[in-house]
């Protein structure tokens, strides 16, 4: 309808403009493009093609009627040819652009299809590793669970009115030791399965290192290990839940003991990384092998023959609910460091 108007507005002009007034007929011949090009935009060449041929049809009868004998009639011939090639030309272009944004549209389309495919493939996959991570935590119990029962009935089997005193206490040692175990280990399941939210506060890392050294000096002591605190000199406090950050670094501190059975140092190191805090705890122990990095984080996976596979994962845990990372590396020098990294120092003043 557009592209009708204005070529029957464009020819109306010319046939009432009086042949004197050269300037406006020159300027309703150039206004033939705009119906031209317009069809050749929206429908193609073809569009642009039908409104030239049109535009012809109009325009060739005023050039018979006014300027038949005349030298400007050839320029006004030249002028239609004119029309042809514009909408043939910007109709090709038109048709090619055309086809690209529904080329690139098609791929969008696929691309989301993609997209959406790859996301529940991802979520599949992810159940399916729930599901195998039960199926595991759930043999790792099971297992556990099933030696400390052993000895317990096997002690109890044994003893009788029979026994002596001596083989009632060692049968009762054994029967409260795996009792203990058991309950070690769901207490360790439980911490594990229901983590509590922690409860942020300032604190300075210096006295939930000093809780760490009472807690656990004097059993390091006894291992003839040593403990080292390294502070940086005005660390500031670290926002974090000051129990749970001491549960996970009195944890560290016991592996890293009971890796070093000849004893050795353990070093407890603080300071800043840029906007995180950066804890250390290095050890000089027998390490960790290759092969089991990337296991050590894995609930129920342990090396120790009385060990649940549980603490490592806690503290996995608790460094995540704060927003932070836990990583071991091996030391040039042998044994391991443990480092965790938390967003931001803290607020309030420097320790």
């Not at 055309?98 to 599949?124: G, T």
């Not at 759930?138 to 044994?158: F, K, T």
């Not at 409260?176 to 922690?198: I, W, Y």
């Not at 760490?212 to 406090?237: F, T, Y």
Request: hydrophobic share 45%.
């Amino acid at each position: 309808m557009l592209v009708a108007a204005g070529i029957a507005l464009t020819s109306a002009g010319h046939y009432l403009t009086p042949p004197e007034f050269m300037l406006w007929h020159n300027i309703f011949q150039r206004l033939y493009y705009l119906p031209i090009v317009y069809a050749a935009v929206s429908f193609g060449w073809t569009g642009g093609l039908a409104a030239a041929l049109a535009s012809a049809l109009c325009y060739i009868p005023h050039i018979l009627l006014t300027w038949a004998h005349t030298h400007y009639s050839m320029t006004q011939y030249a002028e239609i040819v004119l029309f042809f090639l514009v909408g043939a030309v910007t109709g090709v272009l038109s048709d090619r652009e055309r086809k690209r944004e529904e080329e690139l549209r098609s791929a969008a389309v696929q691309l989301s299809k993609a997209n959406r495919d790859l996301q529940e493939s991802f979520e599949q996959i992810k159940r399916a590793d729930r599901l195998s991570a039960i199926g595991e935590l759930s043999a790792s119990l099971a297992h556990e669970v099933r030696n400390p029962l052993a000895s317990i009935a096997g002690a109890a089997e044994i003893v009788d009115e029979r026994s002596s005193p001596e083989e009632i206490r060692e049968f009762r040692g054994i029967i409260l030791k795996e009792c203990r175990r058991l309950n070690r280990l769901l207490t360790s399941l439980l911490d594990f399965a229901r983590p509590r939210q922690p409860q942020f506060q300032d604190v300075e890392l210096a006295r939930v290192f000093d809780s760490v050294v009472d807690l656990w000096g004097h059993s390091a002591g006894k291992s003839g290990v040593s403990i080292v605190q390294e502070i940086e000199p005005g660390l500031p406090r670290l926002a974090c839940d000051a129990e749970q950050l001491t549960q996970v670094i009195l944890n560290l501190v016991i592996n890293a003991t009971q890796a070093m059975p000849a004893g050795g140092r353990i070093v407890m190191a603080a300071r800043r990384q840029g906007a995180e805090t950066r804890i250390e705890i290095r050890d000089q122990g027998v390490g960790i092998p290759e092969s089991d990095m990337d296991k050590i984080f894995n609930p129920f996976y342990t090396t120790k023959d009385d060990g649940t596979g549980l603490g490592l994962s806690v503290v996995h845990q608790i460094v995540t609910q704060h927003g932070g990372t836990v990583a071991a590396e091996h030391n040039a020098g042998g044994g391991m460091t443990f480092v965790l990294l938390f967003p931001g120092h803290s607020r309030g003043k420097a320790a």
